[in-house]
């Protein structure tokens, strides 16, 4: 990719792109785990003041949580439609998985607010601490992700459309965002199930 | 005749950035080569400061009860020794061995995201000069109890809680000036820097080997930059985590490591040594690479045990991350617990062991050609044994919380860092010298540079153990004369002069070779690897083609064959072999297509110390400047393509 074309540069076989998005996918799983632990390792202990389950509306959260698990299959179908070399199709789902994912965003922006008013504020207590700056920093990756998937969709809209195997990729940027649903998964049933 | 291939300035939006010569030549260059010798220039600038603020440390204790500085600059001289050596100076300096050699060691013809490359050296440099600039915007202040505002002057406005940042210490309530939080983020800063350059190190080394480069055929430099890649990837993640609690806590009114609102003090002591253990290996691991390849080259031997010291190598990283507690035996922690890291201590020091004795190995029966590269690795040898035997000891754990916060520990990780790291990457300074500047350094005061530096080091750290275990105390500003431990400290100062005179010999050589010393020839240390099969200064495409590598060592083999008895004898075409490499290295004769330079990097890199001040200063036009300029460098950056639709034309030579 960055040399000559008469030179290696796949000793793998693997994409080199999409490698370095599984190398950066293995370090954020540190990340979360840092996360998570410290949330697991205060959570057993006394704290004053509200607690989450005074506040949380797991309905409302399974409803937004459902809602970005329906934006990987949108990924993939964009995906699909781009190996099938349909611009128009990919760039339908490309906008249809942005949306998704801006849905939940404002899912959990309302539910910060909704905690706030009601008195489960970033400082109230160590735990509501830990479930911020955890919940939020997994947000913070969502919004990355629709601004990924929105400038994919821009550059999508050139002439010369979106390709796999060039140019900012569509595949790696799918497999972030899978990596994204899939943190979901386990800081629901971590953070509101258990 | 070659062909130069020229990039067509007229398919973007912005023109591209073309020049080769100049101040723009190097801010926008994605070349590995540049970016390393630019992370080595200025990585050297912070070790001067570093090393200066050390000087300033030492002319305080030189004698007892001195008042050269008053308390708080003392706290903040230390902390920002520590913090600008480990992050400013070591890691960068390791960082410019990886970029410049990885490639040409695996036969590449650049990093597998030069860009990306760029990048990390850009927000390295951001989040140093962000982490200095405490000086000019920083406030140390006053916290209730401690030294007054007054007495803080100018060089105490520095972060003063010490590299490993404790808390409580750090937070809010003891240090109540900003200047902690311009190290926690100066910090983070680095960290992502550090972590990009980790994935582009790894992409690096799995996927841009050349033909032949099979794993266990790779230098074993490259082994250890990919152990270092590693570490760095899982043990970022955990510091820049622990360091976003610092600054919530800080800024936010969260209580994380904060007992008032149920926080854990010592949590942020796992989450700090979680991390900072591997940090250790990641300082080290390098100076193990590099005299892995001296030790051969100059004992006219190959490696002994190459894959034993391979999988050491990943044994010390994967080991590193299970002995962080061993820091914390004066803490709070469960006796059980003590006695599991105290085990684990001692088993990490096998796989150090086993490299030390592969290291004796290749020197034993070699024909030992003693220049200065060679000295170092020798040195660095003798250094790292002490300093390892001095660590082993810190298993014992009555002993260690004996020792916990004394000059032993002062003199043990010095030992490791300067007399091991150091020692090591000057070894690899002089070693690579006329690969980077084509010209040879001069050999006289090389090995003067080396005996002064062994004969200062132990001057300053040998004594450091016996005024350790004579009960000083690390971090204090003032020892009373009564304690009789003013001629030993005297002695450690006048070391750290000795040192400062060396390095002053190293920058004159260093100066004066690179532009006057002797043309080096072609392959001046009949080396072994394949770096030295390519032209010095290296050509900016490397190598003209692909090399293929046949087997370890694959230079070597092509220069000597066997004799009945199993020696090593020069071929015949060996010279002539010499001649056409460099005639092929110069003359290209494939199609060249190099990364184009790119100003995104640059302006991308920017935006990050002024995000950092949005942070502290709580100011939003700040914070759109900041992320005004990410999304720029973000945006031109996704819609510039690597390389450029190429016209190719053709050039007479």
Redesign the interface.
Known sequence: ????????????G?E??K??MW??L???I??F???IT?FM??KG????GIKLTDVYDIPFTSVSSFVLLMSSLTMVLAHNALENSDQEKTRVWLLATAMLGSVFLAGQIYEFTEFYHKGFE??T???S??FY?LTG?HGLHVFIGVVFLI?LWA?GQRQQGLSLD???NLEFIALYWHFVDIVWIVLFTVVYLI | MTKIVEPDKQTNIFRRPSSEYGIWSWITTVDHKKIGIMYGYAAFFFLLIGGLEALFLRIQLAQPDNNFLSAAEYNAMFTMHGTTMVFLAIMPISAAFFNYLLPLQIG???????RLNALSFWIWTFGGIFLYSTFIFGTAGAPEGGYLAEEVGWLGNAPNGGWFGYQPNAGFKYSPGTAMDYWAIGLQILGISS?VS???F??TI??????G?RFMRMPVFTWMTFAVAFLL??????I???L??VT?DRQ?????FLTE????PV?WQH?FWLFGHPEVYILILPAFGIVSEILPTFSRKPLFGYPAIVFAGFGIAFIGFGVWAHHMFASAISPVAQAGFGISTMVIAVPTGVKIFNWLGTIWGGKLNLKTPMLFALGFIGMFVIGGLSGVTHSIVPADTQQTDTYYIVAHFHYVLFGGAMFGIFGGLYYWFPKVWGRMYNETLGQIHFWTMLIGFNLTFGPMHWLGLQGQIRRTWVYAEETNLGFWNLIVSIGAFIIALSILIFMANWMYSKRKGEIAPFDPWDARTIEWTIPSPTPVWNFS??PEVKSLDDFWHAKYGEDEEGRAVRRESADDLLLQLEEEGLNPE????L?NPSYFPFVLSSGLPFIGYAVIYKSIPLALIGVVLLLVGA?GW??E???EEFNTAEEEE
């Open positions: 990719m960055s040399s000559g074309h008469n030179y290696p540069h796949e000793s793998t693997v080199t792109r490698l370095g190398v950066f293995s370090t954020e540190l990340f785990g840092t996360l410290t390792i205060f202990r006394d704290f004053p970033l400082s207590n160590i735990f601490s830990t700056v920093f400038g550059i060039s140019g900012f | 590449a013809r650049d990093v597998a995201f030069p972590l980790a994935f582009n790894i992409v799995l996927n841009m080997r050349t033909k480069m990837a899982f043990s970022l993640p955990i820049a985590i622990a976003f609690y919530f936010f009114g969260t209580t994380f609102g149920g926080g854990d949590l989450l083609k692909a494939e199609e060249i297509i990364p945006f996704a819609t393509p690597l390389e």
